[in-house]
């Protein structure tokens, strides 16, 4: 017990704390963060998931309702991601990491595959981390 309790408080080792895409569960993941910290441990990256729909349309510019409907939801994902800098604007010692939300399942390598292509760091104390290749396009 004493070797895991040192493993677990080591300067090698760090935590990545995941959580969801809303006010509530930022606030508590930084709470969180908080009784990590002062109980020692090295947090490093706050991942949230499903934060942006990597399946948004994009409006065709054809002023039809189908069109309006595009338009209102991409608007309505850009005040969340507002939102969400503001409420994590205080985070400064962690990395923060957002991944999208699908349409469908990530259950396998080509899943993962997929994930790895379209993350986005949001702010990374890491240096040069590599940016996602949905980025490098």
């Not at 209102?72 to 990491?97: G, V, W």
């Not at 997929?114 to 980025?135: C, F, I, M, N, T």
Request: one cysteine or more; proline letters at 4%; hydrophobic letters at 40%.
């Amino acid at each position: 017990t004493q070797k895991i309790n040192a493993l677990l408080l080591s300067q090698e080792t760090v935590f990545n704390l995941i959580t969801a895409f809303d006010a509530a569960k930022i606030e508590e993941a930084k709470a969180f963060a908080e009784v990590m910290k002062q109980g020692g441990y090295q947090l490093k990256i706050l991942t949230v998931n499903r934060s942006f729909p990597n399946w948004l349309p994009k409006p065709f510019n054809t002023n039809t309702s189908a069109d309006q409907f595009c338009v209102k939801l991409n608007q309505y994902y850009e005040a969340r991601l507002n939102s969400f800098n503001l409420m994590t604007r205080s985070i400064k010692e962690l990395d923060i990491l957002m991944l999208p939300e699908y349409d469908h399942d990530i259950a396998d390598l080509d899943g993962l595959k997929e994930l790895v292509r379209d993350y986005k760091w949001v702010k990374s104390q890491l240096g040069d981390v590599p940016a996602s290749s949905k980025d490098q396009n």
